[in-house]
C-alpha cells in the first residue's frame, strides 16, 4: 500500500538549517515521482521540489521552485526509502504546511509539470514549518 509519513517540522528562526523527512513506502523510485509541496494559510498549494529518476540514464533529475533555489536541497536514501528536504538561510515567507508527494513519471515534462500539486495523487499528512525573524 503506498503510504507517505512526514516528520521534522517544528518553529524555528530564521536562517540556520532544518530537516523534514518522508517516510516512502509502496513505490519504486524507477517508476514514481516525489515531490515537496507547502501551503501557507490562505494561498495555494506550491511545489517546492521533486525528484524523478532519470531513467535509463543513470542518476536522479530534481527540480526546484525559483523562491528556493539554493536554499533548499532535495535528496532521497538509496532505496528511496525516505525523501528528505534540507532547508537552509529559512525565511519567514518559508512558514507554511509542508507535504510529500508521489505521482507519476514521464520524461516528456519538465519542472512546471514535477512540480504542480495537479500532477501528484498521492499525499502524506503534512508537518508544519513556523519561522520567526
Known amino acids: 500500500q503506498e503510504q507517505l509519513v512526514e516528520s521534522g517540522g517544528g518553529s524555528v528562526q530564521t536562517g540556520g538549517s532544518l530537516r523534514l523527512s518522508c517516510a516512502v513506502s509502496?513505490?519504486?523510485?524507477?517508476?514514481?515521482?516525489v515531490g515537496w509541496f507547502r501551503q501557507a494559510p490562505g494561498k495555494e498549494r506550491e511545489g517546492v521540489a521533486a525528484?524523478?529518476?532519470?531513467?535509463?540514464?543513470?542518476?536522479?533529475?530534481?527540480y526546484y521552485a525559483d523562491s528556493v533555489k539554493g536554499r533548499f536541497t532535495i535528496s532521497y536514501d538509496n532505496a528511496w526509502n525516505t525523501l528528505y528536504l534540507k532547508m537552509s538561510t529559512r525565511k519567514p515567507e518559508d512558514s507554511a504546511m509542508y507535504y510529500c508527494?508521489?505521482?507519476?513519471?514521464?520524461?516528456?515534462?519538465?519542472?512546471?509539470?514535477?512540480?504542480?500539486?495537479?500532477?501528484?495523487?498521492?499525499w502524506g499528512q503534512g508537518t508544519q514549518v513556523t519561522v520567526s525573524s
Open positions: 525528484i524523478r529518476s532519470a531513467g535509463q540514464m543513470s542518476g536522479l533529475i530534481k
Open positions: 509502496g513505490y519504486s523510485y524507477r517508476d514514481y515521482s
Open positions: 508527494a508521489a505521482g507519476p513519471r514521464s520524461p516528456t515534462f519538465g519542472g512546471y509539470w514535477y512540480l504542480n500539486p495537479e500532477t501528484y495523487n498521492v
